[in-house]
């Protein structure tokens, strides 16, 4: 289906233009959304997009599944809720690297380590992008904030070893140069029976690129392509390459018990009386 036609069935009628600066690449995540959205044939009905707060966090108003934009960290405790009450639906999560790793942070551990069947794509600018440009957990050390004018301290998170570590059982990443990745390995998350968390390497040129003189949107593009290397690649790069080099694919899979599953045997158990 082409991006128009798609835009017509997936995106709510009257909520465009969206508010996302120009050079944004929130819209190409969202897009990579709609797209495995739209390869695995999914009814609009059986998925729920479940978001915190954040620049990301606005595609919820835009999508036209059924959505809730909810507290700022809290999109994972409102898709468990979710998954619980409806396990039929496909619950996605869309949300930032501040949203899920600092105010969400506890959220996001627990959630991996339930393996509940929730697909989270985070859309990772490397910033607080809404409120001006603050440091998040997933801000690089030495780059340059609002909150840090010489440069950040802090050693950022790598969100996927975090997750894995927590117990997550599908952990990808991609980025808005590598749209088609992206967009394959967010439909196989969704198909995932279990925690997925899908690292969108993205651009925010306005409070990340200017701060840290990335240069324009498609510069900041440029670079995802020239450090963005495909796992089998990377594993073979000797250590020094892998410096400024991140891996991109499906960086680890597994099955495990899924939660909304294992709860339903409880309960059966409870009604029964049986211990
Ligand atoms: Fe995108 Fe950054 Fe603008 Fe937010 S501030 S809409 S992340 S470019
Ligand atoms: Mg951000």
């Known amino acids: 289906m082409e991006m128009e036609q798609m835009i017509d ?4 009628a009257g909520r465009l233009p969206h508010i996302w600066c120009p050079g944004c690449g929130n819209g190409i995540v969202t897009g990579a959304i709609v797209k495995a959205v739209d390869t ?9 997009v479940v978001s915190g ?9 835009y999508l036209d599944f059924n959505t809730v934009h909810s507290a700022h960290g809290r999109a994972l405790p409102v898709a468990t809720g979710i ?9 996605i999560v869309v949300t930032g690297d501040g949203d899920a790793t600092a105010i969400g942070g506890n ?18 600018n490397n910033i607080y992008g809404m409120t001006g440009g603050q440091y998040s957990p997933l801000t690089p050390t030495n780059s340059r904030a609002t909150t840090a004018q010489y440069g950040t301290v802090d050693r950022a998170f790598d969100v996927t070893e975090l997750a894995r570590g927590a117990g997550a059982t599908f952990v990808a ?4 140069f590598h749209t088609q990745l992206l967009s394959d390995v967010i439909a196989q998350g969704i198909q995932h029976e279990g925690f997925s968390i899908i690292e969108a390497v993205t651009a925010c040129p306005i409070s990340f690129g200017r701060q840290n003189k990335m240069g324009s949107a498609p510069n900041m593009m440029k670079w995802q392509k020239e450090h963005g290397v495909m796992l089998a ?14 891996p991109i694919g499906i960086l680890y899979k597994k099955l495990a018990p899924e ?17």
């Open 259 to 275: 939660y909304s599953a294992e709860y339903d045997k409880v309960i059966a158990k409870a009604q029964k009386g049986a211990k």
């Open 233 to 246: 690649a990377y594993d073979k790069l000797p250590e020094e390459q892998k410096v400024d080099k991140f």
């Open 107 to 124: 959220h996001f551990i627990h959630a991996a380590r339930r393996n509940i069947d929730i697909t989270v794509v985070l859309y990772n």
């Open 53 to 61: 707060i954040g620049c990301s966090s606005r595609a919820s108003g």
């Open 83 to 91: 998954k619980l009450a409806e396990p039929r639906l496909k619950v």
């Open 173 to 176: 990443r991609a980025t808005t």
């Open 9 to 12: 069935k997936y995106f709510r």
């Open 40 to 48: 695995l044939a999914i009814e609009k009905d059986n998925i729920a």
